[in-house]
C-alpha cells in the first residue's frame, strides 16, 4: 500500500483591519466658509483699543462680509491675480485679520512687513530710538519693494511711503468707517472704496493646488501647510478642550448657542506666524473666540479676562501680569 501525502500551503493569514481614513484637510478659504455655516453669528474676534475706548465684536458672518468686500476690491478694484504680493504693514487690529484672509479668497501671496517696535501697550508706544526706526524703515522699504500691492495705516504714509505700484490706505477708525476730516496723502482710500464692492465673492478656477499664501519671518507657507499647522496648533493649544469645560455654566444662556465660552487674548501685529495662528487660524479651526487687544492697559485685564472668559494668553503676548486666574500662557 503507496502512502501519499497532501502538499499544503502556509496558513491564510487573518483578514487585516481597514486602517481608517485619514480626514482631509479643508483647503486654506474653506476654513472661513466652514465656520460660517457651523455658526455665523458665533463671535469670532473681538478687538479692544485701550488708548481709543473702541470695542468692536466681529461675528463670523460680519468677518466674512468684510473679507468678501475685500477680496473683490483686490480682484475687481486693484486687478490683482493669484499669486500676487501683498505687503501688510498694520499694527494689532481687527482689519490685519480681514486683508491676510481676502488675501487668501484671492490666491494672494500675504505678506505682512514686520513690526520691529512693539505696540502692545500703552507703556510701550514711546517713539523707537533712531536706530531702530531707521533699521525699521530699511526692513519694511525690502519687504515692499517687490510687492503688487501695498496695506498701510494712515499715519504710517507719512513716515515711509511705501514704494509699490498700488498702495491702499487704511484709516483704521472705529467700525472701519472713514475718518471724519483725515487726508489720504498717497494711494486709495480704503475705507471710501471698499463700500462699493460686493457682499460675496465667486472666486474663479483655482490657479494652483498648492498656492504660497504667506511670507512671513522669512520663509514661505504654502497653503496646505498653513492648514496643516493650524490643526497642529489647535491640537497643542487645547483651547477646545478648555472651551468645553466651561460651557456648563453657560448654558442657560440666551446667548450660549451663539457665544464660545473659551477665548484667546492676543496684543501682537500680525507679522509672526505665532500672532496669526492665535488670531485667525486657530480660531476658525478650533471654534473658539480671540480677544485682540491694541495698546493694552494692563490694569483693565483682569475685568477683561473675566468678562471676555479668557481661558489663554497668546504666545508672544509679552508685558502682561504673570498670574490670571484660570488663564494660561500658551
Known amino acids: 500500500m503507496v502512502m501519499t501525502s ?13 486602517l481608517p481614513k485619514l480626514p482631509k484637510l479643508p483647503k486654506l478659504p474653506e476654513l472661513l466658509e466652514h465656520a460660517l455655516t457651523r455658526d455665523p453669528a458665533r463671535p469670532l474676534l473681538t478687538f479692544y483699543d485701550d488708548a481709543t475706548g473702541e470695542r468692536v465684536e466681529l461675528s463670523v458672518a460680519t468677518f466674512a462680509n ?32 480681514v486683508w491676510l484672509a481676502a488675501c487668501w ?23 523707537a530710538a533712531p536706530v531702530v526706526a531707521k533699521a525699521e524703515a530699511k526692513a519694511k522699504a525690502e519687504a515692499e519693494a517687490e510687492a503688487e500691492v501695498v496695506v498701510v ?14 498702495i491702499v490706505v487704511l484709516g483704521l477708525g472705529p467700525l472701519g468707517l472713514p475718518v471724519r476730516g483725515a487726508v489720504t496723502p498717497l494711494g486709495c482710500d480704503y475705507d471710501v472704496e471698499i463700500h462699493g464692492h460686493g ?12 498656492p504660497p499664501a504667506l511670507e512671513i519671518e522669512g520663509r514661505t507657507w504654502t497653503a496646505s501647510a498653513l492648514v496643516a499647522e493650524a490643526h497642529r496648533a489647535a491640537t497643542a493649544w487645547s483651547l477646545r478642550a478648555s472651551r468645553d469645560s466651561g460651557t456648563a455654566s453657560h448654558r442657560d444662556s440666551n446667548t450660549a448657542s451663539h457665544r464660545s465660552a473659551a477665548r484667546l487674548l492676543a496684543t501682537e501685529p500680525l507679522d509672526t506666524l505665532a500672532a496669526v495662528l492665535a488670531t485667525l487660524l486657530v480660531p476658525l479651526v478650533d471654534e473658539v473666540g480671540v480677544v485682540l ?19 489663554a494668553v497668546a504666545p508672544g503676548s509679552g508685558l ?11
Not at 105 to 127: G, K, L, Q, S, W
Not at 153 to 166: L, Q, S, V
Not at 199 to 210: H, T
Not at 320 to 330: D, I, M, T
Open 6 to 18: 497532501r502538499v499544503t500551503g502556509p496558513p491564510a493569514l487573518p483578514e487585516l483591519p481597514k
Open 66 to 97: 468684510l473679507v468678501a468686500k475685500t477680496a473683490n476690491f483686490l480682484r475687481d478694484g486693484l486687478g490683482v491675480a493669484p499669486g500676487d504680493r501683498v505687503a501688510i504693514d498694520l499694527p494689532a487690529h481687527w482689519q490685519a485679520a
Open 105 to 127: 479668497a484671492t490666491e494672494c501671496v500675504a505678506a505682512p512687513v514686520a513690526r520691529d517696535t512693539p505696540a502692545a501697550t500703552v507703556a510701550r508706544d514711546a517713539p
Open 153 to 166: 495705516w494712515r499715519d504710517a504714509t507719512a513716515h515711509h511711503p511705501p514704494p509699490a505700484a498700488e
Open 199 to 210: 457682499d460675496r465673492f465667486a472666486p474663479g478656477p483655482p490657479e494652483s493646488s498648492d
Open 293 to 311: 487687544c491694541r495698546h493694552l492697559d494692563p490694569d483693565r485685564l483682569a475685568a477683561r479676562a473675566e468678562a471676555e472668559k479668557l481661558v
Open 320 to 330: 502682561l501680569p504673570s498670574y490670571l486666574p484660570g488663564v494660561r500662557r500658551l
